[in-house]
């Protein structure tokens, strides 16, 4: 469980890359994510922990605004990324999402080819200046994504015929092609093999270097591995929050302890 | 009684058969309770399936074989009588279908006066034309022949009546004793161990089977007919004139010009008006309600737009001739009296009318079938590129439609297809005038206008110009089947992407 884990001295270090503050989310009478408040890292990866429905999704999704998606749902509370509200009315969700990258829990690449996916991001914002440019963002966001080798002779095939571990890189590729701050992963590899799992959790162990990685997983040693921060959902309350390492040692709260033991979930 | 047999034999048989149907049930349902000696547990299947089963047996085998019956025997006694004409007793410039028609005319009607009661039976079965005036006779029990009853066609009638009533009574045992036969073989298969249940199970598939297999066959029963009647078109017509020939110009000389292609050419420029008014409008109507619209106005919008495809064809007709055509005469044509102050056009009818009114039939349509394909699109896909920040309209068109793409060409071209088979807009919108031009403003004709106009009227099915209608409806289904798989095999092809 160590091997991974930077000193607590490392993360103490890094700013506060998003804060929030009494965040409350509703779905129409569903109150689903009560009074949280929590400040995530930068250059770090902060796991979302907690049973089924306890809202740790939900509160994912607030961190860029997804959930303006949805019609019923409605958040107060401030969510600050970089000391800005993100739900100030002078902020343009759309634009909020491309510094807020997100990768989702099924691999959903388009039914575009390879380059297309990863391109599509900087076409629409128009990071490019000609096309080489293009190629080389293409290019530099499947390296980093890990995927470069196993696709630079096919960019052209359908990004839908990969196996599904390379459709998830592929995915984090094209989160990464817009250059994002904050790179948000919803189980992110709940649908993959265990394989595919090992590769994904080490890309995201690299991407810690430039990015603020937060996670949300249902697999507490998925948890353990790749993060350093834990943040543990209980019923839409924030029950626990810090070093991984103390969260699955010695936690504080009889909850925490109940989950990471196997008692509730 | 013997009066009660002749009215209704059919009627009567299956009555029986009902009868003994539900004799079926009760008899060998309680052989089954019998045979578990009244505990239904010790049974294989629930009391009930002996007697379904019993009754299965007793109604299905002998109504087929009554149906099959019923079809066939006219056809035999036809056959048969149709020998006894010789060939004096057609008249000149008749046939032996009409004489035939003569013959069945005065069998029925000696049927009918034995059952007004105004000959008796074995007077009209001794009938013969020297000594009685069968016309007259005739007349008073309501029968009216067109010409004196020649002894000839009386003995055939006599014939037809008696090989008729041999064939009734033949039918009735017939059948009633395959019903009796079944009834015995379920009574007699009915033991305690007895899998009645799995008895009806294969029975009931095999009736779907049945129900399945008749409809493909009527298929097949209607192409098969088309295509009869088109060989006999092509041996009285050169195929090179339908088929290259440029002109359409039946007449009853003899000489008709029956080319295909101004008709072809009508259908497929009015049927690209149509798709030009109805995709865009379809589409995004279809955009509209899967992307945008909340549940509250899908609820309502949805249900009104499927509105226009429950109104009746004529009707959109009666809308091109009196409203949309007098209308773009007013601004096309009327010259300084029109809106636009051109002389363009003239009649009311013209492509462009009967194209516009069949792309508003069209719109519910497409919007109806483009909308199932969108929402069919994932919501992780849209996911994904909100997630990278692009808005909803940028998502729209370079996610979700590149997804839809090939459902949505499918819808089209199963759109087209119907407006390449409309039938009612275009004959009151379009004109009746053959001829290949690129004027939008002018009438022109289609291939189903001219199927209705060959086949209405004083008709003769042996010459040309009727025939002409076949080899036009064969081609059209030949045209809008080729669209149809085509549609469905794009459909197909590309929808395992979404999986």
Redesign the interface.
Known sequence: MKDNVISETDVMSNKIKIAARNVQVYYGDNHAIKDVSVDILDKTVTAFIGPSGCGKSTFLRCI?R?ND?I?ISSVQGDILIDGEDIYDSKVDP??????V????Q?P?????SIYDNVA??PR??GLARNKTDLDEIVERALKRAAIWNEVKDRLLAPG?GLSGGQQQRL?IA??IA?EPEVLLMDEPCSALDPIATAQVEELIDELRQDYSVVIVTHSMQQAARVSQKTAFFHLGHLVEYGETDKIFTSPEDPRTESYITGRIG | MRNFLNVAPTTLLVLVLLALTVVAFGIVRSRAMAAASGDSRKLHSLPNYYGYNAALFTAIPSLFVLVVWLLIQPVVIQNAVIEMIPQSAVDQGSSVNLVMSDVTRVANGLDAAVQAGSINPDRARNLSSSDTDVRALLAESGVALGSDVSPEVLAAAQRYRSMQGTGRLLMFAIVSTIALAGLVFAFRVTTEKFRARNMVERFLLSMLIAAASLAILTTVGIVLSMLFETINFFKLHPWQDFFLGTTWAPNFRGDSELSILPLLWGTLYISIIALLVAVPIGLFAAIYLSEYA?SKVRAFAKPLLEILAGIPTIVYGLFALLTVGPFLVNLFGRGENGILGVDWMSGATSVLTAGLVMGIMLIPFVSSLSDDIINAV?Q????????????HS?TIR??VL??ALPGIVGAVLLAASRAIGETMIVVLGAGAIARISANPLEAMTTITTRIVSQLTGDTDFASPETLVAFALGLTLFVLTLGLNVLALYIVRKYRE?YE
């Open positions: 860029n997804m998606t019609a759309v634009q909020l999402r491309a510094k990258g997100m990768v989702f099924k959903n690449p388009f039914p575009k599509y991001g629409i914002h839908t995915c094209r989160a817009t | 909340n994932p992780s896909l849209r996911d994904g590129s909100f997630g990278l920040g692009a808005t940028e370079q996610v590149p997804a992407q």
